[in-house]
Protein backbone atom coordinates (compact mmCIF):
# COMPACT_ATOMS: atom_id res chain seq x y z
CA UNK A 1 0.00 0.00 0.00
CA UNK A 2 1.09 3.37 -0.86
CA UNK A 3 1.49 5.89 1.99
CA UNK A 4 -1.75 8.22 2.32
CA UNK A 5 -2.99 10.99 5.16
CA UNK A 6 -5.83 10.35 7.06
CA UNK A 7 -8.65 12.92 7.28
CA UNK A 8 -12.12 12.04 9.98
CA UNK A 9 -14.53 15.10 8.97
CA UNK A 10 -17.59 15.38 11.40
CA UNK A 11 -19.44 17.41 9.25
CA UNK A 12 -21.05 16.78 5.74
CA UNK A 13 -19.73 20.23 4.76
CA UNK A 14 -15.90 19.49 5.76
CA UNK A 15 -16.03 15.93 3.94
CA UNK A 16 -16.98 17.77 0.87
CA UNK A 17 -14.28 20.43 1.53
CA UNK A 18 -11.91 17.34 1.61
CA UNK A 19 -13.65 15.20 -1.29
CA UNK A 20 -13.50 18.15 -3.84
CA UNK A 21 -10.07 19.29 -2.73
CA UNK A 22 -8.84 15.70 -4.13
CA UNK A 23 -9.62 13.41 -1.04
CA UNK A 24 -11.07 9.93 -1.85
CA UNK A 25 -14.23 9.45 0.13
CA UNK A 26 -13.43 5.81 2.44
CA UNK A 27 -17.11 4.22 3.79
CA UNK A 28 -15.89 0.53 5.67
CA UNK A 29 -13.39 0.10 3.41
CA UNK A 30 -13.82 -2.88 2.07
CA UNK A 31 -13.44 -2.89 -1.12
CA UNK A 32 -11.63 0.48 -1.25
CA UNK A 33 -8.52 -0.16 1.57
CA UNK A 34 -8.62 -4.33 -0.39
CA UNK A 35 -7.44 -2.37 -3.48
CA UNK A 36 -4.90 0.01 -2.71
CA UNK A 37 -3.48 -2.41 -0.37
CA UNK A 38 -2.85 -4.77 -3.83
CA UNK A 39 -1.64 -1.31 -5.18
CA UNK A 40 -4.77 -1.52 -7.46
CA UNK A 41 -5.67 2.10 -6.59
CA UNK A 42 -3.43 5.08 -4.64
CA UNK A 43 -4.66 8.16 -2.96
CA UNK A 44 -2.66 10.51 -0.95
CA UNK A 45 -5.31 11.23 1.45
CA UNK A 46 -8.53 9.52 1.99
CA UNK A 47 -11.38 11.19 4.18
CA UNK A 48 -12.70 8.76 6.75
CA UNK A 49 -16.92 8.84 6.37
CA UNK A 50 -17.55 7.10 9.36
CA UNK A 51 -17.89 10.41 11.92
CA UNK A 52 -20.36 12.26 9.26
CA UNK A 53 -23.50 12.27 11.08
CA UNK A 54 -25.67 13.57 8.25
CA UNK A 55 -24.69 10.18 6.30
CA UNK A 56 -26.06 7.83 9.10
CA UNK A 57 -29.48 6.88 10.75
CA UNK A 58 -32.64 5.03 8.89
CA UNK A 59 -35.81 6.48 9.13
CA UNK A 60 -39.03 6.48 7.07
CA UNK A 61 -40.49 9.44 5.63
CA UNK A 62 -44.66 8.82 4.59
CA UNK A 63 -43.97 5.41 1.82
CA UNK A 64 -40.25 5.49 1.90
CA UNK A 65 -37.52 4.43 3.67
CA UNK A 66 -34.52 7.26 3.76
CA UNK A 67 -31.00 5.03 4.31
CA UNK A 68 -27.78 7.30 5.38
CA UNK A 69 -24.84 6.08 2.83
CA UNK A 70 -23.25 5.29 6.26
CA UNK A 71 -25.10 2.75 7.34
CA UNK A 72 -23.59 -0.92 7.47
CA UNK A 73 -25.36 -3.59 6.04
CA UNK A 74 -26.09 -5.12 9.56
CA UNK A 75 -27.72 -1.59 10.27
CA UNK A 76 -29.93 -2.66 7.45
CA UNK A 77 -30.44 -6.27 8.59
CA UNK A 78 -31.18 -5.40 12.05
CA UNK A 79 -33.12 -2.23 11.88
CA UNK A 80 -37.04 -3.47 13.08
CA UNK A 81 -38.65 -0.96 10.85
CA UNK A 82 -37.33 -2.09 8.05
CA UNK A 83 -37.71 -5.50 8.54
CA UNK A 84 -41.51 -4.75 9.02
CA UNK A 85 -42.11 -2.57 6.55
CA UNK A 86 -38.96 -3.92 4.20
CA UNK A 87 -38.47 -7.03 4.79
CA UNK A 88 -36.91 -7.77 1.38
CA UNK A 89 -34.44 -5.02 1.61
CA UNK A 90 -33.56 -6.14 5.18
CA UNK A 91 -33.17 -9.99 4.11
CA UNK A 92 -31.12 -8.94 1.18
CA UNK A 93 -28.45 -7.17 3.84
CA UNK A 94 -28.25 -9.96 5.99
CA UNK A 95 -27.05 -12.05 3.16
CA UNK A 96 -24.34 -9.85 1.80
CA UNK A 97 -21.05 -11.26 2.63
CA UNK A 98 -19.74 -12.62 5.27
CA UNK A 99 -20.06 -11.00 9.66
CA UNK A 100 -17.10 -8.87 8.58
CA UNK A 101 -18.18 -7.39 5.41
CA UNK A 102 -22.06 -6.89 7.11
CA UNK A 103 -20.19 -5.35 10.04
CA UNK A 104 -18.22 -2.91 8.00
CA UNK A 105 -19.68 -2.29 4.09
CA UNK A 106 -21.85 0.32 3.75
CA UNK A 107 -24.69 1.01 1.48
CA UNK A 108 -22.78 3.94 0.41
CA UNK A 109 -19.92 2.32 -0.20
CA UNK A 110 -21.87 -0.86 -2.47
CA UNK A 111 -23.89 1.76 -4.60
CA UNK A 112 -20.81 4.48 -5.05
CA UNK A 113 -19.10 1.55 -6.36
CA UNK A 114 -21.58 -0.61 -8.21
CA UNK A 115 -19.90 -3.56 -8.88
CA UNK A 116 -21.48 -5.83 -11.30
CA UNK A 117 -22.23 -8.31 -8.88
CA UNK A 118 -23.15 -6.18 -5.84
CA UNK A 119 -26.52 -7.00 -4.25
CA UNK A 120 -27.65 -3.36 -3.13
CA UNK A 121 -27.71 -2.08 -6.90
CA UNK A 122 -30.31 -4.51 -7.89
CA UNK A 123 -32.52 -3.77 -4.97
CA UNK A 124 -31.72 0.44 -5.31
CA UNK A 125 -32.77 -0.16 -9.18
CA UNK A 126 -35.54 -3.02 -8.35
CA UNK A 127 -37.17 -0.04 -6.29
CA UNK A 128 -37.06 2.80 -8.56
CA UNK A 129 -35.16 4.59 -5.24
CA UNK A 130 -33.41 8.30 -5.46
CA UNK A 131 -29.83 8.72 -4.57
CA UNK A 132 -29.34 11.75 -2.57
CA UNK A 133 -25.92 13.37 -2.90
CA UNK A 134 -24.17 16.11 -0.81
CA UNK A 135 -25.39 18.39 -4.29
CA UNK A 136 -28.37 16.42 -5.84
CA UNK A 137 -31.13 14.13 -6.27
CA UNK A 138 -30.61 11.09 -8.62
CA UNK A 139 -33.13 8.48 -9.98
CA UNK A 140 -31.83 4.98 -9.94
CA UNK A 141 -32.87 4.64 -13.66
CA UNK A 142 -30.37 7.26 -14.83
CA UNK A 143 -27.61 6.53 -11.83
CA UNK A 144 -26.20 2.92 -12.66
CA UNK A 145 -24.02 3.71 -15.96
CA UNK A 146 -21.57 0.51 -16.70
CA UNK A 147 -19.07 -1.89 -14.24
CA UNK A 148 -17.12 0.61 -11.48
CA UNK A 149 -19.21 3.90 -13.13
CA UNK A 150 -22.37 5.90 -11.59
CA UNK A 151 -23.75 9.11 -12.50
CA UNK A 152 -21.37 10.76 -9.85
CA UNK A 153 -19.66 13.33 -10.68
CA UNK A 154 -15.62 13.79 -9.30
CA UNK A 155 -16.07 15.08 -5.51
CA UNK A 156 -20.15 13.98 -5.37
CA UNK A 157 -20.78 12.24 -2.24
CA UNK A 158 -23.80 9.97 -1.42
CA UNK A 159 -25.53 11.14 1.37
CA UNK A 160 -28.72 8.82 1.78
CA UNK A 161 -30.81 6.71 -0.77
CA UNK A 162 -34.70 6.99 -0.68
CA UNK A 163 -36.67 3.75 -1.25
CA UNK A 164 -39.97 3.78 -2.09
CA UNK A 165 -41.65 1.28 -0.31
CA UNK A 166 -43.17 -1.77 -2.29
CA UNK A 167 -46.66 -3.88 -1.83
CA UNK A 168 -44.25 -6.68 -1.64
CA UNK A 169 -40.69 -7.41 -3.07
CA UNK A 170 -38.16 -10.71 -2.93
CA UNK A 171 -34.16 -11.02 -3.61
CA UNK A 172 -33.36 -13.87 -4.84
CA UNK A 173 -29.54 -15.02 -5.67
CA UNK A 174 -27.17 -17.99 -6.56
CA UNK A 175 -24.63 -17.07 -4.50
CA UNK A 176 -20.59 -17.80 -5.49
CA UNK A 177 -19.76 -19.79 -2.19
CA UNK A 178 -16.10 -18.18 -1.89
CA UNK A 179 -17.32 -14.81 -1.58
CA UNK A 180 -21.46 -15.01 -1.14
CA UNK A 181 -21.49 -12.40 -4.33
CA UNK A 182 -24.11 -13.49 -6.68
CA UNK A 183 -23.76 -15.25 -9.17
CA UNK A 184 -26.92 -14.18 -10.17
CA UNK A 185 -29.33 -11.99 -7.97
CA UNK A 186 -32.79 -10.96 -8.96
CA UNK A 187 -34.61 -8.12 -7.65
CA UNK A 188 -38.53 -7.90 -8.05
CA UNK A 189 -40.54 -4.95 -6.74
CA UNK A 190 -44.17 -5.07 -6.81
CA UNK A 191 -45.80 -1.37 -7.03
CA UNK A 192 -49.30 0.09 -7.81
CA UNK A 193 -48.04 1.08 -10.77
CA UNK A 194 -46.68 -2.21 -12.43
CA UNK A 195 -43.41 -4.97 -11.48
CA UNK A 196 -40.29 -3.94 -11.45
CA UNK A 197 -37.15 -6.70 -11.99
CA UNK A 198 -33.44 -5.20 -11.42
CA UNK A 199 -30.92 -8.50 -12.43
CA UNK A 200 -27.36 -7.66 -11.11
CA UNK A 201 -24.36 -10.68 -11.56
CA UNK A 202 -25.06 -11.50 -14.78
CA UNK A 203 -23.80 -8.80 -17.31
CA UNK A 204 -20.54 -7.25 -17.32
CA UNK A 205 -22.58 -4.22 -17.87
CA UNK A 206 -23.80 -4.29 -14.12
CA UNK A 207 -27.06 -4.03 -12.62
CA UNK A 208 -29.94 -3.46 -15.42
CA UNK A 209 -33.62 -3.69 -15.28
CA UNK A 210 -35.12 -6.60 -17.33
CA UNK A 211 -38.00 -5.48 -19.12
CA UNK A 212 -39.53 -8.40 -20.73
CA UNK A 213 -40.25 -10.12 -17.40
CA UNK A 214 -41.62 -6.60 -15.90
CA UNK A 215 -44.11 -6.59 -18.68
CA UNK A 216 -44.88 -9.80 -18.16
CA UNK A 217 -45.00 -9.57 -14.22
CA UNK A 218 -47.13 -6.46 -14.52
CA UNK A 219 -49.74 -8.17 -16.62
CA UNK A 220 -49.70 -11.55 -14.50
CA UNK A 221 -48.34 -11.59 -11.90
CA UNK A 222 -47.27 -15.71 -11.46
CA UNK A 223 -44.07 -18.03 -12.08
CA UNK A 224 -45.72 -19.34 -14.88
CA UNK A 225 -45.56 -15.93 -16.73
CA UNK A 226 -42.06 -15.66 -15.86
CA UNK A 227 -41.60 -19.07 -17.44
CA UNK A 228 -42.32 -17.87 -20.51
CA UNK A 229 -40.40 -14.77 -21.09
CA UNK A 230 -37.26 -16.09 -23.51
CA UNK A 231 -33.88 -14.62 -21.69
CA UNK A 232 -31.71 -13.54 -24.46
CA UNK A 233 -28.16 -14.71 -23.35
CA UNK A 234 -26.68 -12.20 -26.05
CA UNK A 235 -25.03 -9.57 -23.57
CA UNK A 236 -24.88 -11.96 -20.72
CA UNK A 237 -21.14 -12.65 -19.07
CA UNK A 238 -19.57 -15.61 -19.58
CA UNK A 239 -16.94 -16.74 -17.29
CA UNK A 240 -15.05 -18.96 -15.43
CA UNK A 241 -17.83 -19.42 -13.16
CA UNK A 242 -20.83 -19.86 -15.38
CA UNK A 243 -21.91 -19.54 -18.96
CA UNK A 244 -23.86 -16.67 -20.35
CA UNK A 245 -26.55 -19.55 -20.98
CA UNK A 246 -26.33 -21.03 -17.79
CA UNK A 247 -26.57 -17.41 -16.32
CA UNK A 248 -30.17 -16.79 -18.54
CA UNK A 249 -31.48 -19.93 -17.60
CA UNK A 250 -30.69 -18.45 -13.65
CA UNK A 251 -32.63 -15.57 -14.42
CA UNK A 252 -35.75 -16.96 -15.02
CA UNK A 253 -35.28 -19.58 -12.27
CA UNK A 254 -34.56 -17.05 -9.50
CA UNK A 255 -37.27 -14.81 -10.73
CA UNK A 256 -40.02 -17.68 -10.93
CA UNK A 257 -38.45 -18.75 -7.63
CA UNK A 258 -38.68 -15.26 -6.37
CA UNK A 259 -42.31 -14.56 -7.67
CA UNK A 260 -43.80 -18.28 -6.29
CA UNK A 261 -42.36 -16.70 -3.17
CA UNK A 262 -43.72 -13.38 -3.12
CA UNK A 263 -47.56 -15.28 -3.71
CA UNK A 264 -46.38 -17.33 -0.58
C1 LIG B 1 -15.21 -10.91 1.03
C2 LIG B 1 -16.23 -9.96 0.50
C3 LIG B 1 -17.49 -10.43 0.17
C4 LIG B 1 -18.46 -9.56 -0.31
N1 LIG B 1 -19.69 -10.07 -0.66
C5 LIG B 1 -20.63 -9.22 -1.15
C6 LIG B 1 -21.93 -9.70 -1.51
O1 LIG B 1 -22.28 -10.86 -1.35
N2 LIG B 1 -22.81 -8.80 -2.02
C7 LIG B 1 -22.50 -7.48 -2.17
O2 LIG B 1 -23.34 -6.70 -2.63
N3 LIG B 1 -21.30 -6.99 -1.81
C8 LIG B 1 -20.36 -7.82 -1.30
N4 LIG B 1 -19.17 -7.32 -0.93
C9 LIG B 1 -18.93 -5.86 -1.05
C10 LIG B 1 -19.25 -5.16 0.28
O3 LIG B 1 -20.56 -5.41 0.62
C11 LIG B 1 -19.10 -3.61 0.30
O4 LIG B 1 -20.35 -2.99 0.21
C12 LIG B 1 -18.32 -3.03 -0.79
O5 LIG B 1 -17.07 -3.68 -0.80
C13 LIG B 1 -18.09 -1.52 -0.55
O6 LIG B 1 -17.42 -1.39 0.67
P1 LIG B 1 -17.55 -0.16 1.63
O7 LIG B 1 -18.95 0.18 1.86
O8 LIG B 1 -16.69 -0.46 2.79
O9 LIG B 1 -16.95 1.06 0.75
P2 LIG B 1 -15.41 1.46 0.53
O10 LIG B 1 -14.62 0.26 0.17
O11 LIG B 1 -14.94 2.29 1.65
O12 LIG B 1 -15.60 2.41 -0.74
C14 LIG B 1 -15.94 1.87 -2.01
C15 LIG B 1 -15.91 2.98 -3.05
O13 LIG B 1 -17.00 3.88 -2.88
C16 LIG B 1 -16.54 5.22 -2.62
N5 LIG B 1 -17.48 5.73 -1.61
C17 LIG B 1 -17.72 5.20 -0.40
N6 LIG B 1 -18.72 5.85 0.22
C18 LIG B 1 -19.11 6.84 -0.63
C19 LIG B 1 -20.11 7.84 -0.56
N7 LIG B 1 -20.94 7.96 0.51
N8 LIG B 1 -20.25 8.68 -1.60
C20 LIG B 1 -19.45 8.56 -2.69
N9 LIG B 1 -18.49 7.64 -2.82
C21 LIG B 1 -18.32 6.77 -1.79
C22 LIG B 1 -15.10 5.05 -2.16
O14 LIG B 1 -14.31 6.20 -2.42
C23 LIG B 1 -14.66 3.86 -3.00
O15 LIG B 1 -14.34 4.27 -4.30
C24 LIG B 1 -18.18 -8.17 -0.45
C25 LIG B 1 -16.91 -7.68 -0.09
C26 LIG B 1 -15.94 -8.55 0.40
C27 LIG B 1 -14.61 -8.00 0.81
Same mark, same amino acid.
Given at each position: ?16 R ?11 G ?25 M ?78 ? #??? *?? @?? !??F?G??? $? %?????? /? =?K ?25 G ?41 ? #??? *?? @?? !? ?6 ? $? %?????? /? =? ?13
Amino acid at each position: MYAFTLERPTTLADAVRLVEAGARPLAGGQTLLASMKLRLTASDQLADLGAVKEMTGIRREGNAFVVGAMSRHLDVANNADIKAGYPALADLASRIGDRQVRALGTMGGSVANNDPAACYPAAVLGSGATIVTD #RRE *IA @AD !DFFRGMFT $T %ALDGGE /L =IKAIRFPIPKRAVYEKLRQKASNFPLVGVFIAQYDNGVRVAVTGASNGGVFRHRELEQALTQSFTPDAAS #RVK *ID @AT !DLNSDLHA $T %AAYRAN /L =ISVLTQRGVAKMLG
